[in-house]
C-alpha cells in the first residue's frame, strides 16, 4: 500500500476501484475465487485487485467481519448459519416449543442478508420483521437503519426475540455499537407481556472481538449485557464466532446511569482495537 501510496496513478486506480465495489457489491454473493499469477500483473492490475479487496472488506464492515464471514460461508455450504445455533438453543431451554400455542412469538433479525435462515423455518415465530441498511430482498427485508427505527410506543411494536448477528461489529464507532445495544432493549417486550413471560436476545460477534481485542474481552460483554438487563442463558464460541443467548429481565433491571469507556484490558502488538463503549443514558 505504501508504494500505491507513494504512486497518484497508481493510488487513483485502487481509490476508483475501491469506491466502485463498496458502492455495487452484494453482501450475499461470494467472492470469484478465480486464481492468478500475481507475478504477472502490471502494478496497475495489481493497485486495482487490491482496492477491490478493499472495498469489499469495508462493505462487509472491517476486517474481523470478513474474516468471519468468510467462515460463515464454509458452514452454510456445511447447512448451518448463526440462526440455526440460536433455534437449537431455544429447543434446548425449552421455550417457544409447543406447536399448538394460541400466541406465537414475534421477532425482530437486525441486519437481515436473507429471508431464507432457520429464524423462518422453524416455524415457532408468528411474524419475523427484518431489516438491513441494504436490503438485499425488498419487500422481505426492510431496508432501514436500526438507529432510525422509530421506538416502539405500543405493544405491537416490541419483540420476544431480537436477532443481532454479526452487525455490532459492522457498526464503526465504539460509542454507537454500545447505543446499539441499549436501543435493543427498547424494542423487547416487558418479560409479563412477552409470550411465556420471557423475551430473548441472540448476539452474535466475531471471536476476536472477545479473544484479541485490546479493548474488549468476554468479561467486558458480559458486564455490559448485564448493564442492560440481560441475563447470560447460552454461551458457545466457534472456530471464529462468538454466540450469546441472552434473557431480557426488563426494564427494571437496566443500569442507565451504567458507561465505560475506552481502556485497555490486555496488552500486545498483534491485538485488534475492536472496543464497545456504553455512555450513561441522559
Ligand atoms: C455481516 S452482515 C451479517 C448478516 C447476518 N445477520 C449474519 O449473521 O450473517 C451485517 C449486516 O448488518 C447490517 N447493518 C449494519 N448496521 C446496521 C444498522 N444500523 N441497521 C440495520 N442493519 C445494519 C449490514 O447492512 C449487513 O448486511
Redesign the pocket.
Known amino acids: 500500500m505504501s508504494i500505491i501510496g507513494r504512486n497518484s496513478t497508481l493510488f487513483n486506480a485502487y481509490q476508483k476501484e475501491k469506491q466502485k465495489v463498496t458502492a455495487n457489491f452484494k453482501?450475499n454473493e461470494m467472492t470469484s475465487q478465480t486464481q492468478i499469477s500475481i507475478e504477472k500483473l502490471s502494478s496497475y492490475d495489481l493497485a486495482v485487485m487490491i482496492g477491490t479487496i478493499d472495498g469489499e472488506i469495508a462493505k462487509?464492515?472491517g476486517l474481523e467481519?470478513y474474516q468471519?464471514?468468510s467462515i460463515?460461508g464454509q458452514d452454510q455450504k456445511r447447512g448451518g448459519?448463526?440462526?440455526k445455533r440460536m433455534v437449537d438453543w431455544l429447543k434446548e431451554i425449552g421455550i417457544w416449543q409447543t406447536k399448538d400455542m394460541k400466541i406465537k412469538p414475534v421477532a425482530l433479525?437486525?441486519?437481515?442478508?436473507s429471508s431464507r435462515n432457520y429464524i423462518t423455518s422453524c416455524k415457532i415465530f408468528e411474524r419475523i420483521t427484518r431489516?438491513?441498511?441494504?436490503s438485499q430482498e425488498p419487500g422481505l427485508i426492510i431496508q432501514?437503519?436500526?438507529?432510525e427505527r422509530p421506538l416502539p410506543t405500543k405493544l405491537v411494536e416490541r419483540f420476544d426475540l431480537i436477532?443481532?448477528?454479526?452487525?455490532v461489529n459492522?457498526?464503526s464507532k465504539p460509542e454507537q455499537r454500545g447505543r446499539?445495544l441499549r436501543r435493543i432493549t427498547k424494542f423487547l417486550k416487558e418479560p409479563d407481556d412477552a409470550v411465556g413471560g420471557r423475551c430473548l436476545f441472540f448476539f452474535?460477534i466475531p471471536l476476536p472481538c472477545v479473544k484479541n481485542s485490546r479493548y474488549c474481552d468476554k468479561q467486558r460483554i458480559d458486564e455490559i449485557m448485564k448493564s442492560l438487563g440481560f441475563e447470560c442463558r447460552k454461551y458457545h464460541e466457534s472456530h471464529k464466532l462468538a454466540y450469546w443467548l441472552l434473557e431480557w429481565k426488563g426494564s427494571n433491571s437496566v443500569d442507565n446511569e451504567y458507561a465505560i469507556g475506552k481502556r485497555e484490558l490486555h496488552g500486545g502488538s498483534k491485538r485488534n482495537n475492536f472496543c464497545i463503549i456504553m455512555e450513561a443514558e441522559s
Not at 433479525?109 to 442478508?113: A, D, F, K, R, T
Not at 432501514?144 to 438507529?147: E, I, K, W
Not at 436477532?163 to 452487525?167: K, P
Request: aromatic share 10%.
Open positions: 453482501l462487509r464492515g467481519v468471519a464471514a460463515k448459519d448463526s440462526s433479525e437486525i441486519g437481515s442478508l431489516i438491513d441498511l441494504n432501514q437503519d436500526f438507529f436477532s443481532c448477528s454479526l452487525v459492522f457498526v446499539m452474535v
